[in-house]
């Protein structure tokens, strides 16, 4: 038998959802890492219905939008702890990944979302050339202005 003894109980379980605590995050977790040219963030979803999830990406922002519907009114509710309604979360992505070709799964509460770095930003070799620098310098153009030419 569950009783509630607390009076501060819900208000407080209503600050651990929004705020999070370091023994309970706030809802929609996440992990991100970078394995080879792509990073990858999965984010923990636990009952969300894949219909429900909405990815949008503008500029370098991405947001992810999920939702858990509420509970029938109906139910007398013995324990109510399972956030329910709309979260969203807001990714700021660096200038050095390629957000036209973000891939995104879902699969048993976890969605993922692989972000490939930019081929601009890989690192490249850079082949050394004879003669053109040597000219422009001969002609009286400083080498700054051959850079920036």
């Known amino acids: 038998m569950l009783m509630r003894t607390d ?9 651990q ?5 370091a023994a309970r995050p706030a809802v929609m977790p996440m992990d991100a890492w970078r394995e080879g040219d792509a990073f990858f963030v999965e984010f923990d ?20 939008r999920a939702e858990r519907p509420a509970v029938d009114q109906n139910r007398e509710m013995l324990a109510s702890e399972r956030p329910r309604g709309v979260f969203s ?8 990944l390629d957000t036209e070709h973000i891939d995104a799964s879902y699969d048993e509460g976890v969605l993922r979302l692989r972000i490939p770095v930019s081929e601009r ?22 080498a700054r202005e051959v850079i920036n030419a």
């Open 7 to 15: 009076p501060f109980r819900e208000l407080d379980r209503f600050a």
């Open 45 to 64: 979803l636990p009952g969300i219905k894949q219909d429900s999830l909405d990815l949008d990406i503008e500029r370098n922002v991405v947001t992810i």
């Open 89 to 96: 979360r807001q990714l700021v992505l660096g200038d050095n």
């Open 121 to 142: 930003a890989k690192p490249r070799k850079i082949t050394i050339g004879r003669g053109g620098g040597q000219q422009a310098l001969k002609n009286g153009v400083g």
């Open 17 to 21: 959802q929004v705020q999070g605590t």
